[in-house]
């Protein structure tokens, strides 16, 4: 699979918080490891909703980080730092526990398969989406 | 070792001692996990020492990430007598990511504090203002002191000012939810002065056939969504027969589902952010108090919520209280369906209520009376099961392994006993 063909497309209501997803992911790529803390995808609990969080790519705090900002989304204002999805110098998210070295989720390209977090999604929050055929979709 | 992490934390509130035990292979082969583990380590500490300790145990397939490995048990043995309850959640996968399969407290502390293992450091922290908060307030209160994302990835037990008390029905809650049927187990934890215990583990899992392990799980969960409405149409039959009038009309409409660790099935509900009463609370309300109005069903269920109230110990309690008068074994200023009468019983902590229905029916001859009461309870639940085709032993398994029994709704018990065997790398002994 190549994962440049395709986007996650995640839905908040139906994500229930198991967290499959996230033993999943540290499991295909730690081999005999179940840890969430390596997980390249986490799922953030706001409150109101479960939030699956991708791992995105690293920054530097200093100068790209907006995690001071409060996003309101409809009725609700969130701490933007919770719906970041950048590993950075100001929180321990997306990082190996051990080395501390940043991780990024890489749509699992070494599987046929696809993302193992997409496959093991039991309410369907996850979903695997071909850019391809959502823009003709669109258009 | 593997599914185990083969050690116990043992924490004295008492001196502040804190120490790591290792756990042999054999006698955690031997109980595995859940109740079983945690009342026979409980059952050991009672014989050796004079006090109640509180003991924390998961089995071998919590937090592995095995569908619905979400449980640990809380057991206190007291006065020659077990008292054992599941926590929900995540507060047992985040024991074994701590790097412990069971917690020991004892002693008591000089003060109000609360526990705290936090990246593989113990701490107790003393914190005399969070006496009196609610178990909401108080994971309020210990999350406070981090980021919010960081905060929130720390699970957490606590109990609320029926706990503080001299009361049979402090239960404990974990991370907003109430946990049914630990009526004195939030007690137990407030004897010690013990407000909560937080916990947030780095520590690996590691499994014997990690491979085989995670294809075994993306095949049930492929399995389980082919064949998802068909699953939730079962489940759905079994309420009707189980005449939980209050369960439906309280479930129905916009309802939000949260999950334990790993469970696909999503059995918990919240509405407006908040849990809603289960099934058996509901039963216990509508069949045991005569309660028929949601309103007045909620309002109570909220002040269990708020006061850190079991509310079946509290049905069960009133119930035999009821009875009781019914008798004139005793005389008690209740009335059948009252819920104000109720929350006014509840704050008179001189009331006979805070006893609970096991001393209370040991006083006054009643223990019929009590094991009637409770009968029903039992009987709703072996109706779900027998629906379900599942038998006490499978169930009692399941429990041990550290899953919640109700996996054995939705995957065969042969393939949970699969996982066990990928996870551990050893053969299960039933």
Redesign the interface.
Known sequence: MDPRNYRMRVDTNKC?????CE??CS??H?????????ARIRV??L???FLPLMAGPYVSEIEECASKKLVKVGDKVY?Q??LCRASCPN???FKE?DSGIPLKCDFCAFRE?GP?CV??????ALSLVKIKEETEEEV | MFGWNGKLLRVNLSNGVMREELLAEEFLEKFLGGCSLATEIARAEGASGEESKVVFACGPLTGTGAPTAAFCNMAVWREGQEVCAPVLLHFGPELKYCGYDALVIEGEAPEWCYLLIVDGEVRIVPAGEIQGYTSSETEGFIRSFYRKWYGNEIRIVSIGPEGEADSSLGAIATDGLLLNQTGGLGNALGQKRLKAIGLRGTFDLKLAKPAGFQALITDMIAEFRAKREEIFNSIHQIFPRLDIPLFIEIHHGDIEKRACMACPIACLHQKNDKFLPNSTVCFCFGELLEISEIEKALDLYDFCVAEGIDPVALSITLRLLMEMKEIKALDVDIEIGDVQGIKELVRNKDSVLHKGSFRLAKEHGAEDILQGIVKKIEDMREIIWKGLGVSHEQRQVIERLGLCPYVLMIFSFDKIIDLFEMATGKKVSI
């Open positions: 229930t918080g198991c967290r499959h033993m999943a499991m295909v730690n081999q005999d490891k179940a840890n969430y803390h390596r953030i609990d409150g109101d909703r701490d730092c919770c929180k321990s998210i526990p398969e193992a496959q093991v999604c039991a309410s369907g």
